[in-house]
C-alpha cells in the first residue's frame, strides 16, 4: 500500500480484485513449509519512510505483543537510505533493533515513494539502479542483525512489467545475500504484488525465500470512500460484506450513483460483483495461493490486507478481515495487517497504547465465525 496523498493504485489492480475471485477455484489447504514462516503482524507507515516520522510510543510494541503480533512490516524509504547524512540508516537501525530485542520478527521493506515510483515510470532502469544502490547501503544496517528475526524486502509493489521486474529482483537477491548470507528474503510479485499475480511468477532460484501479496479484493468494498488519488473509489460508499448483486444495499448504492450520473463508479461495483463477495470466494483466492506455493516450494506470505474505515459499516469491516485471516492461515500464510493507526488502522494513535479497536482485534485473533 502507498501512503495517502503519495500515488494511487492503477485501475488494473482495482479490476483485477473482481477476476481473481472470479476465476480462482478451490483445493486442499497445505501448510508451506520454511525454516522462518511469518505470522500474525501489522505493518507502520509513516516512521522510518520519512523524516520525523512517528515512532509508536514506548507502550504500543508491548500491547500488541500481548494482544498476539508478532511480526512487525516497516516500509522504509530509498531517498532516505541514500542520503548522505545517514540518518535515515541509523534511525532504521535504532528502530529495527528496539523490535527485534523485544521479541518481534521485522519486515524492512523497500517501498518507493511518490518519486521513486514516478521514476520507475518514466525509467525502470534508472529506478532499479537507484534500489540497487539502496540496499547496497541498507544491507550493512541489517547484516549484524539476528537472521531469524530480521527480514529484508526487496521492493514493495515493483511498479514495472514482470520480465523487468524478475531480472531486477534477482539482482537485488543478489546484492542482499553478499552480505546477508542467513536472511530471509521477501519478494512479491509485480506489478502490485496482488495475490492473483503469483500464478505468472516464479520463485528465486534461492531456498531462504518468501514469497509476499497483497489482498484488497473487491477494492469497491475495501477502499470505498478512498480520499486519495483519481478514482471512482472516492464516489463510493455504504457497500457491505458480504454482499450479492441482489443485496439491498448494493441495489440502493447503484441506483444512487446512477440518478446523479456516474456511470463510472456504477460500473466499477457491477464489474466487482460479477462474483459473490462472500467468505467461500476468499478462500478459494488463497487456496489458489497455497498451490502455487506448493508447486513451487515457496512459502507464500499477505503481507498486506485490511479496509478503510472512512465509510464502511463497522460489521462489514470486521467480516471481511476476519474472513482473509482465516483463509490465510487455514492455507499456511501468514499475515500482516495494514495499519496499525490511519486509514485502515487497529487504534486511534500509535501515541496511546489504548485505545485499540476490539472489534478488529477480534476479527484477526478471535476463534469464533
Not at 537501525?93 to 520478527?105: I, K, M, P
Not at 474505515?309 to 501468514?334: H, L, M, P, Y
Amino acid at each position: 500500500m502507498r501512503p495517502a496523498g503519495a500515488v494511487s493504485r492503477r485501475k488494473a489492480l482495482v479490476l483485477a480484485g473482481a477476476a481473481v475471485l472470479a476465476t480462482a477455484l478451490p483445493s486442499r489447504p497445505i501448510l508451506a513449509q520454511s525454516r522462518s514462516l511469518l505470522t500474525r503482524g501489522i505493518n507502520i507507515p509513516g516512521w522510518l519512510d520519512r523524516e520525523g516520522g512517528l515512532a509508536p510510543a514506548d507502550g504500543v510494541p508491548d500491547t500488541l505483543f500481548h494482544h498476539g503480533f508478532r511480526t512487525f512490516r516497516l516500509p522504509v524509504d530509498c531517498g532516505r537510505v541514500l542520503s548522505e547524512n545517514g540518518a535515515g540508516l541509523r534511525d532504521i537501525r535504532e528502530g529495527v533493533s528496539v523490535l527485534a530485542d523485544r521479541g518481534f520478527s521485522v519486515l524492512v521493506d523497500m517501498h518507493p515513494a511518490a518519486d521513486l515510483h514516478a521514476l520507475f515510470l518514466q525509467d525502470a532502469a534508472a529506478a532499479g539502479e537507484r534500489v540497487l544502490r539502496g540496499w547496497e547501503r541498507l544491507r550493512a544496517v541489517i547484516a549484524d542483525l539476528p537472521a531469524d528475526r530480521v527480514y529484508p524486502e526487496l521492493l514493495n509493489e515493483p511498479p514495472m512489467e514482470n520480465t523487468a521486474w524478475l531480472a531486477l529482483r534477482d539482482r537485488l537477491a543478489q546484492t542482499v545475500r553478499s552480505t546477508c548470507p542467513d536472511h530471509t528474503l521477501i519478494w512479491g510479485p509485480a506489478p502490485d504484488q496482488g495475490i492473483w499475480q503469483l500464478d505468472a511468477t516464479p520463485p528465486l532460484s534461492d531456498g531462504n525465500q518468501i514469497a509476499a501479496v497483497h489482498f484488497y479484493a473487491p477494492m469497491a468494498f475495501t477502499h470505498q470512500c478512498q480520499s486519495w488519488g483519481a478514482s471512482p473509489l472516492a464516489r463510493i460508499s455504504g457497500l457491505p460484506f458480504p454482499a450479492t448483486r441482489e443485496t439491498p444495499a448494493v441495489h440502493a448504492h447503484l441506483a444512487a450513483l446512477r440518478a446523479s450520473g456516474d456511470e463510472e463508479a456504477a460500473a466499477l461495483v457491477e464489474e466487482q460483483l460479477a462474483t459473490p463477495w462472500t467468505e467461500a470466494s476468499v478462500r478459494a483466492v488463497f487456496e489458489q495461493a497455497a498451490r502455487w506455493s506448493e508447486r513451487s516450494g515457496c512459502p507464500v506470505m499477505l503481507n498486506e490486507f485490511g479496509v478503510l474505515d472512512f465509510c464502511v459499516d463497522a460489521q462489514s469491516r470486521v467480516a471481511w478481515t476476519r474472513a482473509v485471516r482465516k483463509a490465510a492461515e487455514a492455507n499456511g500464510i501468514g499475515w500482516a495487517y495494514w495499519e496499525l493507526d490511519r486509514g485502515f488502522g487497529l487504534m486511534e494513535s500509535r501515541l496511546d497504547a489504548e485505545g485499540f479497536d476490539t472489534a478488529m482485534l477480534d476479527a484477526l485473533f478471535g476463534e469464533g465465525d
